[in-house]
């Protein structure tokens, strides 16, 4: 790195600490879709005629899931996981979890204490707030509903966002 470059890096934060290494990159970036599943892939999977080949896990609180949770999830809040996980949920199928959204460790917590028991678990990132942002169906106590899709968060109707 010369000198300019290396005065360049400092005073940029972004680059003030570098890059790490494609490898090392590489194997946090697969480690990372091991742990993770998006909204959009969840729903497609949830949409198709196939079996997803795992459960879908709100973590919320009762009131929580009635103000509004995700079609064919189960519920199960994280403080009961412990108890009911066995009762609930076959350990030979995986488990997404989700919660409230990105400002929101439930769903950490949640595939945290199901991978203690045992489980295979993913967490869904931007849990039910990016669901509804995204502009796919959830029910309430009341019935179901669909918001129109974030334009910032969701894709237009083609409903591919190409990633």
Known sequence: MTT?????HSANP?????????????????????????????????????????????????ASWDQ??????VHLPTALIAGQ??????????????????GCNG????????????YQVKEMLGGFEYWVREGFGFETWQGSERRTADPLTA???SGDCGC
């Open 4 to 8: 300019q470059t290396a005065a360049t």
């Open 14 to 62: 972004v680059l003030r600490v570098p890059p790490a290494d494609p490898a090392v990159a590489a194997a946090h970036f697969g480690a990372s879709l091991a742990f993770h599943a998006d909204v959009s892939d969840v729903a497609a999977a949830l949409a198709s005629d196939d079996d997803t080949g795992f459960v879908l896990l709100d973590s919320r609180s009762t």
């Open 68 to 73: 509004g949770h995700i079609p064919g999830a």
């Open 85 to 102: 996980a066995r009762q609930l949920l076959d350990p030979a199928v995986p488990v997404v979890t989700y919660c409230w959204g990105p």
């Open 107 to 118: 769903a950490t917590r949640a595939a945290l204490a199901l991978a203690e028991l045992g």
């Open 155 to 157: 894709p237009d109707e």
